[in-house]
């Protein structure tokens, strides 16, 4: 009886182990559709525009430079957690029911690697600085080219990026980067349970290898508004595509800790018929 009771006190943990790990990955997102288990991010439009001020294409090999980046697209599609979307969740996104945007602002330093004797060919970035918000919006009101429609919604998830990440860019073959964020905020009357982190994957295309994408007009300034593309520069418009996934807090449910309670119990029975023989 006591090698049963230890038997199933071994079980039980294994089980509360694993149930703890599902938990921690258990990611509820909830809009005017319904509530839906399983989120892992958003599929952010492969339209989605990144404007760059200050970029000085006249650095050549080895020179560096420093500029700021805005980053704006919505979602085409809502994912599943390790994969694919959830289609009850991305049919209310493709009719227009709802959106959900996002507009980052980045400030970078570029580094030179290649140039035609003229202007940078090819560069490699670093992350200084930068932050992200994503908005929940009833109202299907995004503009990608004008910039309007944005930034006027629910403030659904906020976050800091994480100083250091890389990429490269090239002025033929586009380039792409992935980043870490820390998430700052999370809406906890949509998303449950608190976010902690966010990896997002984006690529960038300029010129002739830019596909179904109309360069930007402007910038989102804030409540649904926008400012202009900056001329003084001028500007660097690029096609952006990006994907995005996000890790919730692991906190174990009721029904998991219970089960711990009760493989705990059944491991000190054990204990305790072994100190009686």
């Given amino acids: 009886m006591a090698q049963k009771l230890k038997t199933f006190a071994l079980a039980a943990l294994a089980g509360a182990a694993m ?19 399983n989120w892992g991010g958003f599929d952010w439009a492969e339209n989605g525009s990144a404007v760059v001020d200050g970029f000085d294409a006249t650095v050549l090999e080895g020179g560096s430079d ?3 980046l805005t980053y704006f697209a919505d979602a085409v599609s809502i994912s ?13 996104l ?13 400030n970078e330093t570029s580094t030179c690697t290649a140039d035609n004797g003229f202007f940078c060919t090819t560069a490699e970035f670093e992350l ?16 990608l080219v004008a910039g309007t429609g944005l930034d006027d919604g ?18 033929l073959t586009g380039g792409n980067s992935v980043l870490n964020a820390v998430i700052t905020f999370t809406n906890s009357s949509f998303i449950s349970p608190d976010l902690i982190n966010s990896v997002a994957a984006t690529t960038l295309q300029i010129g002739d290898n830019t596909t179904n994408w109309t360069p930007p ?19 660097l418009l690029l096609q952006a595509d990006g994907n995005q996934t996000f890790t919730a807090t692991s906190v174990p449910e009721p029904g998991v800790l219970a089960l711990l309670g009760v493989a705990m119990l059944g491991m000190a029975a054990t204990r305790r018929r072994k100190s009686v023989k």
């Fill in 94 to 106: 493709l009719l227009g029911d709802y959106e959900y945007t996002i507009v980052a602002k980045l």
């Fill in 217 to 235: 007009t402007g910038i989102p300034d804030g409540g649904g508004t926008a400012v202009g593309i900056p001329a003084d520069s001028p500007a």
């Fill in 66 to 68: 420093t500029f700021d």
């Fill in 128 to 143: 200084n600085s930068g932050s992200f918000e994503i908005y929940y919006d009833v109202a299907d009101n995004a503009d």
């Fill in 19 to 37: 149930a703890i790990s599902a938990s921690a990955s258990a990611i509820t997102l909830t809009n005017s559709a319904g509530s839906f288990a």
């Fill in 80 to 92: 599943a957690a390790g994969g694919g979307s959830i289609v009850g969740a991305t049919v209310g």
């Fill in 154 to 171: 629910i403030l659904l998830i906020a976050g800091t990026l994480v100083v250091g990440g890389s990429g490269g860019f090239d002025i």
